[in-house]
């Protein structure tokens, strides 16, 4: 599949741009804040929502007829038509300035920043960075980038180190919450993400190859960004960068961890034997 990748044309679609709106209303806000383990309570007009809830906001929608086999639609359009049949998000930047808050109708203009090929220990890689600005009526909200890999399926994926992993780091912060299929099913529903690896078992495990579904790197990301906001007396980082590691897989506990670095902190979800899945360093 990778010998068919022209990187040239896919670059093309560096600097292309679209624009998206939506309203965050109280029954997003309850629902997130129930998938990201907070009081639900009832959010009123003016209300901040969850520091992530862009990311539930504006999603694009397709026909079934438009579908590919993986629950994405199919390739082409606003990102470019990446030959390989894998697609995952690897990680990226925000950059926090203000809340959304209920009530709030945001809009989103997104950027291709760039293309670029690598290659890794399953072959090909490509990754597209995407720019997102959001915005509401009160000014900027939230400035991001995110790194989406597009890799080729292998008959036996890499789902962990092949080297004795490290010992697990020590958190000087952690909370810990179980893996569950409705948890991963309910972020797909509020972000309206039918990418089948997240809820379809058998596609998952037959088809790509994984032993099990796999935890959004979204829903990591959103946690522990909310978990370095709760450690920082409810401020968000003014800079959040971070990268997924390894997947983690639904089915047992995980655990979302901090500790102090540099005068800001640096944060991690692990998985049930306290590897790291996904890292990130949040500064204010």
């Known amino acids: 599949m990778s010998d068919t990748l022209d990187l040239d044309h896919l670059r093309q679609w560096i600097g292309r741009s679209t624009d998206a709106t939506d309203v965050v209303t109280a029954h997003l806000v309850m629902g997130l804040r129930a998938t990201l383990f907070q009081e639900i309570g009832e959010p009123k007009p003016g209300d901040a929502a969850p520091w992530t809830t862009h990311w539930c906001l504006g999603q694009p929608v397709f026909p079934m007829s438009q579908l590919g086999p993986d629950g994405h639609p199919t390739r082409g359009g606003f990102l470019p038509p990446v030959p390989l049949p894998r697609r995952m998000w690897a990680g990226g930047e925000l950059e926090f300035f203000d809340a959304l808050r209920v009530g709030d109708a945001p809009k989103r203009t997104s950027r291709i920043s760039d293309v670029t090929v690598k290659t890794g220990s399953t072959g090909t890689l490509c990754f597209v960075s995407v720019n997102h ?79 099990g579904l796999i935890f959004h790197g979204p829903l990591q990301a959103a946690l522990i960004v909310e978990f370095a906001a709760k450690l920082h007396g409810g401020q968000p980082p003014k800079r959040f960068v971070y990268r997924g590691l390894q997947p983690l897989f639904e089915g047992s506990e995980f655990s979302v961890n901090a500790s102090d670095k540099d005068g800001g902190l640096e944060l991690w979800t692990a998985n049930s034997e306290g590897q790291p899945t996904m890292k990130g360093t949040a500064s204010w």
């Open 133 to 211: 600005e959001v915005t509401t009526s009160r000014g900027l909200a939230i400035r991001e980038r995110q790194d989406i890999v597009y890799r080729e399926i292998t008959t036996t994926p890499s789902v962990a180190p092949t080297k004795a992993p490290s010992p697990p780091p020590v958190a000087k912060h952690r909370e810990s919450h179980m893996a569950d299929p409705v948890l991963l099913f309910r972020y797909s529903a509020l972000t309206f993400n039918g990418h089948r690896i997240h809820y379809d078992r058998d596609y998952v495990t037959k088809v790509e190859g994984y032993p």
